[in-house]
């Protein structure tokens, strides 16, 4: 395999991942496992404010209800950029496309980086976001094996309506391409 082929599907996993935590902070905020086995809603609201999470379910339950939303909003908010971040891996980047390395650094990073300066904010650090420091460092190490500007191989300029029919036909059919020998 290439470093090219790598590095994407490295990407892709990292994405993928985002995905998943997404998918279950929108749909079971309250369940989703922080630090010290609590769930990080709670973990967060009781590292931020020094208050118990039960005492504000009892004395605020709309306060709590609101806090849950905006915590499904975020989840939500991190399904799609994996979606896109997935998608801009095995299209534009799988293909060399140079504004796919900076869009994926720029992106992964601020993701990433933004997560882990809420956790450190709210003081709620466990397994979950000890893998984003991890899937930025995946991020950072497969984007370096590829460095466009490190490379003599120059990608030609796509733009227009061709180009992104080309890469909607791509994420459609050729994901499973990659895995197949040859």
Known sequence: MKRRQIAWILILTVDAAYIAWGAMAAVMPDGLLGPGGKAILPAGYEGYSGGSWAELLRTSPMTADYMMLL????????????????AIAVTAFR????????????SNTIALGSAMRYDWIVNAIGPFELTEYLGLAVVVIALAATAPFLSEERSLPRTGRDAIAEDIVRVIYEPVDAFRPG
């Not at 915590?71 to 997935?86: E, Q």
């Not at 293909?95 to 720029?106: F, P, Y």
């Open 71 to 86: 915590f499904r909003m975020y989840g939500i908010y991190c399904v799609l950029f994996g979606l896109m971040g997935s």
């Open 95 to 106: 293909r060399g496309d140079r504004w796919a390395w900076w869009a994926l650094l720029v």
